[in-house]
């Protein structure tokens, strides 16, 4: 069956997700029947006339489609003979190897997990006593700090096959996620059925011909051992990156990095000090704003301003991301960017106004002083809201506002022993300064594999030059969407290349350049700083196809009209890619989507739609369709 099409979906699915015909359809029929029809039903009332001629417009834009061959013919659901759809096996293509996996954060333990499901023998390597990684607390390493609140809620930071459906959509403390983890764990019977080696550490990985051998240490002294394929699973958060500036080296003033940080409070290097905090990410959003309660004077230097997404968005008791839908990312970049703008400029000029403080109170963010000062960040951001990584903390705003963090340039260099000069000219006298300016991407262990990003791996995970031995798992960043998911479905890819039950496209390097350009180019303000930056749906989608779990919207629609509704407008999450495909869980993902919110308000739905039509026709009918599509 694999010459029914010209290229198997699978293996070589479309650039960046494009939209497809038969999942904006639906969207075209709403577009049009919310612009034509809705002022009947409110003046008539006639709502069975408004269903009837969405399922009308529907019908015929299907067939006009269809007659004049618009659609997308790379979603076919045909596979190739050696790929069995909806989850099942070939036995004779599966094949069962023997994995390494490096590291036992969530991308270890995920990876651990898919293996598994898999077939596959494996042995995990974690330098610490026990998995959490990064969220393993500890009073003398880096990670989480006392007060830390994911910036992610929870929908977006659990497995999609681990999931509790009612739980209240809020952020979880990096207490209650290492708890998730360790019931992650439990539940899927990770420490019995995995080889787990704590407190080891992995020396190094070479070629052994056609696999790896790797070299580690603990208490017992060095190993050696053979694999068949190895999951780099070690993060992000390796090697902290402290910028090089002029006359550090001869400063007496304290310099740290926020991997040092666990509270400012009774910490003799801000109690009462004259501190600068350099960095406005999200873990530096929390540290600037507990050093300005209890530091003597307390900075913010940055390069530009921020654009944060407050963690009450629109006051609607939502985290941001609850907001994050396939209607929204339907829509085309400058349409989100228009609609974004026309709403941050609305709560400027009602957050300054005395009258509409009182009159709106804060209702949708509107005449909220805090939401107001976020618009001003963001219009002074020198970028659109696509353009950047977004910081999803907006705890240092009050501070900002009441005038106990000083806003500053960034530092040019240090004078003497305790002055700072700002790139304004301006100078400070100060104790401590502190970088929360990031991590380097390390690899000490890896030999002879050259590696400068992970932007030159095949979605941030496969060497082109290597293959599927090799895979870099929790090196996906989406702008907004949680790093569990996208280390996830490339743990799933990866258990599945490992099977061979799917194959890398044929032409990777290819794909990786248009991806690398996609990513700078719409990341253009934070794709050099942030390397592991995606866009979440592009990424979730094609991930997806490659997996053969994308769901069909269409279907969806006229089956069950209530879940596609919920997958529609409701928070995108990772357990939509379980109705179907290799492991699903049709039931159990109906059930968690069904209980899934649809926070965004009435006429913003209505709004996505109808963007998402305009950018549909456009690109289908004359070629503008952006490369993300």
Same mark, same amino acid.
């Not at 959509?169 to 983890?181: N, P, S």
């Not at 050696?224 to 006359?247: T, W």
């Not at 009602?350 to 949708?364: A, R």
């Given at each position: 069956?694999?010459?029914?099409?010209?290229?198997?979906?699978?293996?070589?699915?479309?650039?960046?997700? #494009?939209?497809?015909?038969?999942?904006?359809? *639906?969207?075209?029929?709403?577009?049009?029947?919310?612009?034509?029809?809705?002022?009947?039903?409110?003046?008539?009332?006639?709502?069975?006339?408004?269903?009837?001629? &969405?399922?009308?417009?529907? !019908?015929?834009?299907?067939?006009?489609?269809?007659?004049? $061959?618009?659609?997308?013919?790379?979603?076919?659901?045909?596979?190739?003979?050696?790929?069995?759809?909806?989850?099942?096996?070939?036995?004779?293509?599966?094949?069962?190897?023997?994995?390494?996996?490096?590291?036992?954060?969530?991308?270890?333990?995920?990876?651990?997990?898919?293996?598994?499901?898999?077939?596959?023998?494996?042995?995990?390597?974690?330098?610490?006593?026990?998995?959490?990684?990064?969220?393993?607390?500890?009073?003398?390493?880096?990670?989480?700090?006392?007060?830390?609140?994911?910036?992610?809620?929870?929908?977006?930071?659990?497995?999609?096959?681990?999931?509790?459906?009612?739980?209240?959509?809020?952020?979880?403390?990096?207490?209650?996620?290492?708890?998730?983890?360790?019931? =992650?764990?439990?539940?899927?019977?990770?420490?019995?059925?995995?080889?787990?080696? @704590?407190?080891?550490?992995?020396?190094?990985?070479?070629?052994?011909?056609?696999?790896?051998?790797?070299?580690?240490?603990?208490?017992?002294?060095?190993?050696?051992?053979?694999?068949?394929?190895?999951?780099?699973?070690?993060?992000?958060?390796?090697?902290?990156?402290?910028?090089?500036?002029?006359?550090?080296?001869?400063?007496?003033?304290?310099?740290?990095?926020?991997?040092?940080?666990?509270?400012?409070?009774?910490?003799?290097?801000?109690?009462?000090?004259? /501190? /600068?905090?350099?960095?406005?990410?999200?873990?530096?959003?929390?540290?600037?704003?507990?050093?300005?309660?209890?530091?003597?004077?307390?900075?913010?230097?940055?390069?530009?301003?921020?654009?944060?997404?407050?963690?009450?968005?629109?006051?609607?008791? =939502?985290?941001?991301?609850?907001?994050?839908?396939?209607?929204?990312?339907?829509?085309?970049?400058?349409?989100?960017?228009?609609?974004?703008?026309?709403?941050?400029?609305?709560?400027?000029?009602?957050?300054?106004?005395?009258?509409?403080?009182?009159?709106?109170?804060?209702?949708?963010?509107?005449?909220?002083?805090?939401?107001? $000062?976020?618009?001003?960040?963001?219009?002074?951001?020198?970028? $659109?809201?696509?353009?950047?990584?977004?910081?999803?903390?907006?705890?240092?705003?009050?501070?900002?506002?009441?005038?106990?963090?000083?806003?500053?340039?960034?530092?040019?260099?240090?004078?003497?022993?305790?002055?700072?000069? @700002?790139?304004?000219?301006?100078?400070?006298?100060?104790?401590?300064?502190?970088?929360?300016?990031?991590?380097?991407?390390?690899?000490?262990?890896?030999?002879?594999?050259?590696?400068?990003?992970?932007?030159?791996?095949?979605?941030?995970?496969?060497?082109?030059?290597?293959?599927?031995?090799?895979?870099?798992?929790?090196?996906?960043? *989406?702008? &907004?969407?949680?790093?569990?998911?996208?280390?996830?479905?490339?743990?799933?890819?990866?258990?599945?290349?490992?099977?061979?039950?799917? $194959?890398?496209?044929?032409?990777?390097?290819?794909?990786?350049?248009?991806?690398?350009?996609?990513?700078?180019?719409?990341?253009?303000?934070?794709?050099?700083?942030?390397?592991?930056?995606?866009?979440?749906?592009?990424?979730?989608?094609?991930?997806?196809?490659?997996?053969?779990?994308?769901?069909?919207?269409?279907?969806?629609?006229?089956?069950? *009209?209530?879940?596609?509704?919920?997958?529609? !407008?409701?928070?995108?999450?990772?357990?939509?890619?379980?109705?179907?495909? #290799?492991?699903?869980?049709?039931? @159990?993902?109906?059930?968690?989507?069904?209980?899934?919110?649809?926070?965004?308000?009435?006429?913003?739905?209505?709004?996505?739609?109808?963007?998402?039509?305009?950018?549909?026709?456009?690109?289908?009918?004359?070629?503008?369709?952006?490369?993300?599509?």
């Amino acid at each position: 069956c694999s010459t029914a099409i010209k290229k198997d979906p699978l293996t070589n699915p479309p650039d960046m997700a #494009p939209l497809a015909t038969r999942d904006v359809l *639906p969207l075209i029929a709403l577009g049009i029947a919310a612009v034509v029809f809705t002022p009947i039903v409110l003046t008539v009332g006639f709502v069975s006339l408004w269903v009837a001629a &969405t399922l009308i417009i529907i !019908y015929l834009a299907w067939h006009i489609c269809w007659r004049f $061959k618009l659609r997308e013919t790379y979603y076919v659901r045909t596979l190739p003979a050696d790929v069995v759809a909806e989850g099942e096996t070939n036995p004779a293509a599966v094949t069962s190897k023997r994995v390494c996996v490096i590291g036992g954060g969530l991308a270890g333990l995920v990876a651990t997990k898919e293996l598994l499901e898999e077939g596959h023998k494996v042995v995990l390597y974690e330098k610490l006593p026990t998995y959490g990684g990064t969220f393993l607390y500890g009073e003398n390493k880096g990670g989480v700090y006392d007060s830390c609140m994911l910036t992610i809620g929870n929908y977006m930071m659990t497995f999609s096959d681990f999931f509790t459906p009612g739980e209240k959509y809020r952020f979880w403390h990096h207490t209650e996620y290492f708890d998730y983890l360790t019931r =992650y764990v439990q539940h899927n019977r990770l420490t019995a059925r995995a080889q787990m080696e @704590f407190n080891t550490e992995v020396r190094l990985v070479e070629r052994a011909g056609q696999g790896w051998r790797v070299t580690t240490r603990s208490s017992k002294g060095e190993k050696v051992e053979l694999f068949d394929s190895v999951a780099i699973c070690n993060g992000a958060h390796q090697q902290p990156d402290v910028p090089k500036i002029p006359g550090m080296d001869k400063t007496s003033i304290h310099i740290c990095h926020s991997e040092t940080y666990k509270r400012a409070s009774n910490d003799p290097r801000f109690q009462n000090k004259r /501190v /600068v905090c350099v960095g406005i990410g999200e873990t530096g959003a929390d540290i600037s704003a507990e050093v300005a309660e209890v530091a003597a004077t307390a900075y913010l230097s940055i390069k530009r301003t921020p654009h944060v997404v407050p963690r009450n968005i629109w006051n609607l008791g =939502y985290p941001g991301d609850a907001f994050s839908s396939r209607a929204m990312f339907y829509c085309n970049h400058k349409y989100i960017n228009f609609l974004h703008e026309s709403d941050q400029d609305l709560k400027v000029k009602t957050g300054k106004s005395p009258f509409f403080i009182k009159l709106f109170k804060g209702f949708m963010g509107l005449g909220d002083p805090l939401h107001a $000062k976020v618009g001003e960040l963001a219009s002074t951001s020198g970028g $659109k809201v696509t353009d950047q990584f977004l910081t999803k903390n907006d705890a240092f705003i009050p501070h900002l506002l009441d005038g106990t963090l000083l806003q500053r340039p960034p530092i040019e260099r240090f004078e003497g022993k305790n002055t700072v000069v @700002f790139k304004d000219g301006s100078r400070a006298e100060v104790d401590t300064v502190i970088f929360s300016t990031g991590y380097l991407d390390i690899f000490p262990f890896l030999k002879d594999v050259k590696i400068d990003s992970v932007r030159d791996l095949y979605k941030h995970s496969f060497h082109p030059d290597i293959g599927p031995s090799l895979a870099w798992i929790g090196f996906v960043r *989406p702008g &907004t969407g949680g790093v569990p998911a996208a280390a996830e479905m490339v743990a799933r890819y990866f258990a599945l290349l490992c099977s061979n039950k799917r $194959k890398l496209p044929d032409d990777i390097h290819e794909r990786i350049a248009k991806e690398r350009g996609m990513e700078e180019g719409l990341l253009k303000l934070s794709a050099g700083r942030v390397k592991t930056l995606v866009m979440y749906a592009d990424f979730m989608e094609t991930m997806a196809q490659h997996i053969g779990c994308a769901p069909n919207m269409l279907r969806v629609l006229f089956t069950e *009209p209530f879940l596609w509704y919920r997958m529609m !407008y409701g928070t995108l999450t990772s357990i939509q890619y379980r109705l179907v495909g #290799p492991h699903a869980q049709p039931q @159990f993902a109906r059930d968690c989507i069904k209980h899934i919110p649809v926070p965004t308000p009435l006429p913003f739905q209505i709004a996505q739609s109808v963007c998402a039509v305009l950018g549909w026709i456009g690109g289908t009918l004359f070629g503008y369709r952006p490369t993300s599509w």
